[in-house]
C-alpha cells in the first residue's frame, strides 16, 4: 500500500509543514509501504514551485531511507516535463507518479510518444497514471502493454479508469515484472484477485495500519479476512469521493486531529451533510473524533 500524500495548508492557505509532518510520521509508524508525493490527491496544480520543493525536502528529510517515495511528475507539455526530469535533483526519490496527459486529449499514439519521451530522459523507474476521469482521455490496454513491452523503465502502471476488463486485460498480457496498481481504494480487493500488486491509497492518510492489513492479507491469499476489512471501510469509499478528493480524506484527518479542514481553490472542503456522515461512521469503528 502505498499513500497519496495530502497537503496540509492553515486557515490562512499557507502550507502547514507541522501538520505534514505530522501525517508523514503516522504514514511510517502505521505500515505504510510507501509514499507518493505531488499526486492528485496533494492538490499539486495549486501549489507554487517553492512550495513543492519544500514539501518534497521535508517528507524525504523526514523518511531518511525507510520506505520508498515517488514523486508525482507529469503535465500535458512533453517537453517541459523532460526538462525537469533532466534538471531537477531526485536524491531520496525511487521512482516516478506520471499522469496521461490531460485536457489535450491526445491520440493513442501521442499517449506512446509523450511517455516514450519520458522514458528515455527519466533517470528513475517510471510509474504510468491512467485515470481518465480526470484527464478526459482513456489510456488503452494496448498503449499500457506497448510501453510496458517497449520502455524498460516503465514498470507499473496505476490504474484508475474502474474498467475491471481493460485493467484485466492489462494484468492478463504484461510483462512478467511489469506491475498493475490499483489506483482507486474501492476496488483494491478485487484487483488484488486478479494480479494487481496492490495500491496507491487515499484512505490510506487516515487508515495505513487497517488498509495496508487487507493489502497484505489479500495478496497472502486471506480473502476472507482481507474481505471483512474492505466491507468496514464501504461507505467511507463513497464518502471520500462525493464532494471530490482530496475534500473527504481532509476531513476524516481533520475530525481525527492532525490537520486544519482546508483546501486550496478551486477545491473546497466536504458539506456539512457529508462531513457529519463521515464522523457518523468514524464513531462506528471506534476512532475518535
Known amino acids: 500500500m502505498g499513500v497519496a500524500l495530502i ?28 509514499l507518493v508525493v505531488l499526486g492528485t490527491t496533494a492538490e499539486t496544480p495549486t501549489l507554487t514551485p517553492e512550495e513543492q520543493k519544500e514539501i518534497i525536502g521535508l517528507v524525504v528529510s523526514k523518511v531518511n531511507g525507510q520506505i520508498p517515495i515517488v514523486l508525482g511528475i507529469g503535465g500535458n507539455n512533453t517537453y517541459s516535463v523532460v526538462e525537469k526530469l533532466k534538471t531537477d535533483n531526485f536524491s531520496g526519490i525511487d521512482a516516478i507518479l506520471s499522469v496521461v496527459p490531460y485536457y489535450n486529449k491526445p491520440s493513442q499514439e501521442g499517449i506512446y510518444q509523450h511517455y516514450k519521451c519520458i522514458s528515455q530522459a527519466s533517470p528513475l523507474p517510471i510509474v504510468l497514471y491512467n485515470v481518465p476521469g480526470r484527464t478526459g482521455v482513456n ?12 520502455c524498460k523503465n516503465v514498470v507499473a502502471i496505476k490504474e484508475a479508469s474502474g474498467d475491471m476488463t481493460q485493467i484485466g486485460k492489462i494484468i492478463k498480457y504484461k510483462p512478467e515484472e511489469f506491475q498493475v496498481i490499483s489506483g482507486d481504494d474501492g476496488i483494491t480487493f478485487p484487483l488484488i484477485t486478479f494480479g494487481a500488486v496492490g495500491v496507491i491509497s487515499v484512505i490510506g492518510n487516515a487508515f495505513p495500519k487497517e488498509f495496508s492489513r487487507m493489502v497484505r492479507l489479500a495478496l497472502a491469499g486471506d480473502y476472507t479476512n482481507a474481505l471483512s476489512i474492505h466491507h468496514s471501510f464501504t461507505e467511507l469509499f463513497d464518502l471520500l469521493f462525493v464532494d471530490g478528493n482530496p475534500a473527504g480524506v481532509k476531513s476524516m484527518l481533520c475530525m481525527m486531529g492532525f490537520i486544519e479542514n482546508e483546501l486550496r481553490l478551486p477545491l473546497i472542503p466536504t458539506r456539512i451533510t457529508t462531513y457529519e456522515k463521515i464522523r457518523e461512521i468514524l464513531r462506528d469503528l471506534n476512532i475518535k473524533c
Not at 507541522?18 to 510507501?34: E, F, I, K
Not at 489510456?139 to 517497449?150: G, I, Y
Open 7 to 34: 497537503t496540509p495548508f492553515k486557515k490562512d492557505g499557507s502550507v502547514d509543514y507541522t501538520a505534514l509532518s505530522r501525517v508523514v510520521d503516522y504514514q511510517l509508524q502505521n505500515g505504510s509501504d510507501y
Open 139 to 150: 489510456m488503452s490496454a494496448e498503449t499500457t502493454l506497448r510501453l510496458a513491452s517497449e
